[in-house]
């Protein structure tokens, strides 16, 4: 497959780079209206609704937007109607015709690049010399467009999923997980392993606990892990992964996947309001609460949990 520069199938330019708070916010029903995209990875980028400003023509719709910074960095949608962009945010322009289904492609290969930005690097100056396809490959041309998001499916509904939470169930953490401490790695130690896939999780409530990534790992993946210096922030590790100090983990006693450790770590991180700098998230303490999840006959409904979250916007990338 020839990779080619991003730059050379699309034109790139930045946005408009309006504040929102500059602009007039309207409801989407009103007949001036223009979507104002931002930097978000949520409902297709568009973050409001504002009123058309005589002086400025929005952008076109067909376009695909690519967020240039900030925690959302790489995400990238097609814009089926008009538009404002916020800040940091890019357009590509395809220099010859393309299809939805094509621009589609191009915004699932231009997000496989998100690891590349972790940790406040921006694409800003580098989006353009991304790596793509040159061509989509042959075996994707079979996909039929309705079916690349799933998150259409009737069966799939989020109007399917009843989040009333009376009728959930109290449920002790450690009869879900063994809670357990994980291996301490000076950065200086992995340093000397040099860069590489695996994780380095620490004490942080950002980027997914993650501070850079190494060739070493001391921790098997497919866990959950809790900041056990301060508020208890709780992430998912898909991959082995070296941590530093106060990084504990709970390790499942069932069968975990990524849909039922994303709706776990939501309700676990619900609990934070019970630590501070004074009363901090212990293994101890982790064995003694219990969290409300969803049950079937008394026993904890993964199966819901995880049709749950496949039914959430943009569940497809996670």
Request: hydrophobic share 35%; with cysteine; charged share 25%.
């Amino acid at each position: 497959m020839e990779l080619i520069s991003l730059h050379k199938l699309f034109s790139i330019q930045y946005g408009n780079s309006f504040d929102l708070n500059m602009l007039e916010v309207c409801d989407e029903n009103d007949p001036d209206k223009v979507n104002y995209v931002s930097r978000t990875r949520e409902n297709n980028g568009i973050s409001a609704c504002v009123r058309l400003r005589d002086e400025t023509p929005p952008f076109e719709a067909g376009l695909i937007t690519v967020a240039g910074s900030g925690n959302s960095v790489l995400e990238s949608f097609i814009q089926y109607y008009p538009f404002y962009t916020g800040y940091h945010v890019f357009l590509l322009r395809p220099l010859k015709a393309m299809t939805d289904f094509e621009k589609l492609f191009y915004c699932y290969c231009i997000r496989q690049n998100q690891y590349k930005y972790s940790f406040g690097r921006q694409a800003n100056k580098t989006l353009k010399d991304i790596l793509v396809p040159k061509e989509i490959p042959k075996e994707f041309l079979s996909i039929k467009l309705e079916s690349i998001n799933t998150l259409n499916s009737k069966s799939l509904s989020k109007a399917n999923f009843d989040l009333e939470t009376k009728n959930w169930k109290r449920i002790a953490l450690k009869d879900l997980f063994e809670i357990t401490g994980s291996k301490t790695t000076p950065v200086l130690e992995l340093e000397e392993f040099g860069a590489g896939k695996y994780p380095y999780v620490t004490t942080q409530a950002t980027n997914n606990g993650m501070d850079g990534f190494y060739d070493y790992y001391t921790e098997e993946g497919n866990v959950l892990t809790v900041d056990s210096a301060v508020l208890g922030y709780c992430s998912y590790q898909p991959l082995p992964f070296s941590a530093s100090d106060h990084v504990e983990k709970l390790i499942p006693k069932f069968k975990l996947n990524k849909y039922i450790a994303m709706f776990l770590a939501t309700i676990i991180n619900e609990e934070q309001y019970r630590y501070n700098y004074g009363r901090k998230c212990s293994q101890t303490r982790m064995k003694e609460i219990s969290i409300k999840l969803p049950v079937d006959k008394g026993q904890p409904d993964f199966e819901f949990m995880e049709n749950y979250i496949k039914s959430l916007p943009y569940s497809s990338s996670i």
